[in-house]
């Protein structure tokens, strides 16, 4: 695949992005970069390996779900000034 200033400003379209000529000619050498960077990874050998979907193991870092005493109503309640009839009171909504 040619990278060109042409291709760029096509990808820039589609993107809805306008580009000076300035950023036309970044883009392009940093796009055939980028490409020969996976060039490279195309090159190595993975037969044999597992694919992944997730390249880190993922592992359960949640605590145990240990059912405990829960706070009373009054303790709850103890250190606001905003309640009412045994609850907490909000700001009114209109």
């Known amino acids: 695949m040619k990278i060109d200033s042409e291709l760029i400003k096509k990808v820039a379209q589609n993107a809805r992005l306008k580009l000076t000529p300035a950023e036309i000619k970044t883009f ?38 240990i059912p405990k005493k829960c706070l009373s109503q009054q303790e709850a309640l103890k250190n606001t000034k905003h309640k009412q009839d045994g609850y907490f009171r909000g700001p009114r909504a209109v």
């Not at 996976?38 to 190595?44: A, Q, V, Y």
């Open 28 to 65: 392009t050498k940093d796009f055939a970069d980028i490409l020969e960077a996976f060039k490279k990874l195309d090159k190595l050998k993975t037969s044999g390996e597992p694919v992944l979907a997730q390249p880190i193991t993922k592992k359960n870092v949640l605590r145990e779900d």
